[in-house]
């Protein structure tokens, strides 16, 4: 299973038209080969030399720009002036902000990216040590985070965001698979909560898609399990923020087309981000 986490290489030269537009983009060489996100624009972060910037980055065509069909990576960086040509940049997916589309003139597209980078900003705001992964099939989401539970300590909450169908049950599934669970792995949707005492560590698994209230949570016990005695998932924690941990981990699924995934991993208060090791499993 290969899963991208980020894209890595010089800067090159590109075909001038953002500059002109009043957003100059840097341009990422690319292999031959190399496995890239679907195509969209993004919320990235970018590492260079001088610094950490959030960045807004194009991954595939340019229908406004010019009518050429080959595939480009590039990345506006708000606020940035210094010239990037062969410069190493690192870009850390943070976000998929929208589809590419075909504007009336550069200018019209100009305004759409000004909005994008705000909404860049915000995530990367939200996320400030996130690390995401791209997952292109059911199998793979449970492959990486089956691969990521032997990293949780104990009393670990994990907290599972994303809509309907984003595949945080899936997450769930492969999380019980890491711990030794052989057995079915149903969604709690109707009992709230599903116990597993058979694997490494016991598992707790949380579904609060149908609680209406705290009240109901507090009945069951829920604060016993956060954390509990072994590894704690939340889906539709929404529901309750106020009961969940101030140290957790944050898993954010997002679809990407129609089977992609973009999971991105924040540790919040003080816990350890069992990404930073899970991500030297993979290659770019």
């Keep these: 299973m290969n899963v991208l986490y980020e894209l890595t290489g010089p800067v ?13 983009t840097a341009n990422l060489a690319l292999m031959e080969g190399e496995l890239l996100p679907p195509a969209g624009v993004y919320a990235t972060r970018a590492e260079l030399s001088c610094g950490v910037f959030t960045g807004v980055t194009n991954v595939g065509t340019r229908p406004t720009a010019d009518s050429r ?50 909404e860049a900003q915000s995530w990367a705001g ?15 989401t449970r492959g ?5 539970a032997p990293l949780l300590p104990t009393g670990s909450v994990v907290v599972l965001r994303g809509e309907m169908g984003a595949g945080k049950s899936e997450f769930s599934r492969g999380l019980a ?35 209406s209230d705290e009240e109901e949570l507090l009945e069951i016990g829920a604060p016993d399990y956060l954390p509990g005695r072994g590894v704690t998932a939340v889906e539709w924690a929404e529901r309750a923020e106020s009961l969940l941990p101030a140290k957790r981990l944050e898993v ?33």
Excluded at 144 to 148: D, F, P
Excluded at 188 to 201: C, H, M, Q, R, V
């Design 252 to 284: 954010f699924l997002q679809p990407v087309g129609e089977n992609a995934r973009l999971i991105l991993f924040s540790a919040l208060g003080g816990a350890e981000n069992p990404a930073l090791r899970l991500k030297e499993d993979f290659s770019c």
């Design 144 to 148: 990486l985070s089956q691969r990521l």
């Design 177 to 211: 698979r890491g711990m030794g669970i052989t057995g079915p792995v149903p969604s709690p949707t109707f009992t709230i909560l599903n116990e597993y005492d058979e694997g490494s560590l016991p598992f707790y698994h949380f579904d609060w898609y149908r609680v």
């Design 126 to 140: 939200r996320f400030p040590d996130g690390i995401g992964f791209f997952t292109f099939s059911a199998e793979e």
């Design 12 to 24: 090159v030269h590109g075909r001038g038209k953002g500059a002109a537009a009043g957003f100059p």
């Design 69 to 118: 069909e080959d595939v480009t990576v590039e990345t506006w960086l708000p606020g940035f002036s210094g010239n990037l040509y062969g410069e190493q940049i690192r870009l850390h997916f943070l976000h998929w902000l929208r589809g590419i589309s075909r504007f009336p003139d550069m200018a019209a597209l100009k305004r759409q990216i000004d909005l994008d980078a705000q």
